[in-house]
């Protein structure tokens, strides 16, 4: 919540020194922003490396059937509810704004940062992303204990430089955004679309729940509103936590409450926290047709072309780090590489989506409790 509060703040900090503070502010903030997106964008290939490496490498083996299981419906989930948000997003976002591109270049207002730096990636999303598969089922297939501490230890790196530097410091890469927005005369209407997709994002959330629980009570033989009652504290505790693995013990507590085997229980819940993330893949995917709405150089792509983005993105938010915001930063790289992000609707994005990453964990995780309640009926049969 403190985090939340503190990006509201550089939303209005940046709208008023654009508004109201002589060029060299404005370009102070803009110096800030375009030196942290370098760091952030080169920082991105090695959280993917890392963490789906450890991820993959972690997962529980001699589990067979309940494993495939259990991960075939937690990425069927995610892959859906992507889907479903984004052919809503389409239709709603364009209906609910003015239509009008808000957003411009840097160039088109006159304003650049007193220094350009270039830092360049190691290697590319794509290279991350298949380098942490080969390398994740590799040391599970020959135990490989000297790589996995490597790729254990690369992790803690990365996630420690998210929680002590990046995540602190995004409130000032926001305010550069929106001060280079406000001196643009294009920030009043890009605050109308946040407002919009922030509610429609958790609107699609509890449709989503709700169809997922539905489809559980079915399948249980028990009353969704039940079940989604039991579940609410898990929902709670999330709001105010923020991380997915922080509420496990709740999350635990109310699937036990749903009737699931402990065993089942016990195995799935952690599983899904990290590989589960259906409510994050809704507000990332709303979000980013919102952010092409408001885009100058952004056009809303075809389903063609975002089902490939759908794809990845669930396996790149494969145990994503669990610090607030962790799947938006795994997906800013495929943001970029595969629908054309640059630093303005990268910055606009995670502004968008860290505004409610509280209602996208808290979806994540309640939504754990309905695939719990899948694998345990099939486990009965």
């Not at 957003?103 to 942490?132: C, E, K, Q, R, Y």
């Not at 429609?200 to 079940?227: N, Q, R």
């Not at 109310?254 to 926290?273: R, Y």
Request: with cysteine; hydrophobic share 55%; charged share 10%.
């Amino acid at each position: 919540m403190k985090l939340i509060l503190k990006l509201i703040a550089g939303i209005v900090l940046g709208s008023l020194v654009g508004l109201f503070a002589p060029e060299f502010f404005i370009r102070l903030l803009l110096t800030f922003k375009a030196l942290f997106g370098e760091f952030l964008f080169f920082i991105i290939p090695l959280l993917i490396l890392f963490f789906i490496t450890s991820g993959i490498a972690a997962l529980p083996r001699n589990s067979g059937t309940l494993l495939g299981r259990t991960l075939g419906i937690a990425y069927l989930s995610t892959i859906v509810a992507g889907v479903g948000a984004y052919f809503v997003a389409r239709i709603v976002v364009p209906m609910l704004t003015t239509g009008s591109k808000a957003v411009v270049d840097t160039a088109t207002n006159g304003l650049l940062p007193f220094i350009v730096m270039d830092v360049p990636p190691v290697f590319s999303v794509m290279t991350a992303l298949v380098l942490a598969f080969v390398l994740g089922l590799g040391i599970s297939a020959i135990k490989a204990t000297t790589i996995k501490t490597v790729s254990d230890e690369g992790r803690d790196i990365i996630e420690r430089l998210l929680v002590k530097l990046i995540i602190p410091l995004l409130p000032f890469y926001i305010a550069g955004v929106f001060a280079e927005m406000a001196a643009a005369g294009t920030v009043f209407e890009t605050l109308k679309t946040f407002g919009v997709i922030l509610v429609l994002a958790v609107a699609l959330h509890w449709v989503y729940l709700t169809s997922m629980f539905v489809l559980a009570g079915i399948k249980a033989g028990k009353s969704p509103v039940k079940l989604i009652k039991n579940m609410l504290p898990a929902y709670f505790t999330a709001l105010g936590t923020m991380s997915s693995a922080a509420t496990i013990p709740v999350t635990l507590q109310s699937v036990k409450n749903n009737g699931v085997n402990d065993d089942i229980a016990n195995f799935t819940v952690p599983l899904c926290a990290t590989t589960h993330l259906a409510g994050s893949t809704i507000t990332i995917v709303s979000c980013t047709i919102a952010v092409m709405v408001l885009h100058s150089e952004l056009v809303i792509p075809s389903f063609t072309t975002i089902l490939p983005f759908i794809l990845t993105l669930g396996v790149v938010m494969l145990a994503a780090p669990g610090v607030p915001g962790g799947a938006v930063m795994s997906a800013v790289g495929l943001l970029g590489s595969m629908l054309g992000f640059g630093d303005t609707a990268i910055a606009l994005m995670i502004a968008l989506y860290m505004a409610q990453d509280s209602f996208g964990t808290a979806c994540n995780v309640t939504g754990d409790g309905a695939i719990a309640l899948f694998v345990n009926t099939a486990a009965k049969k």
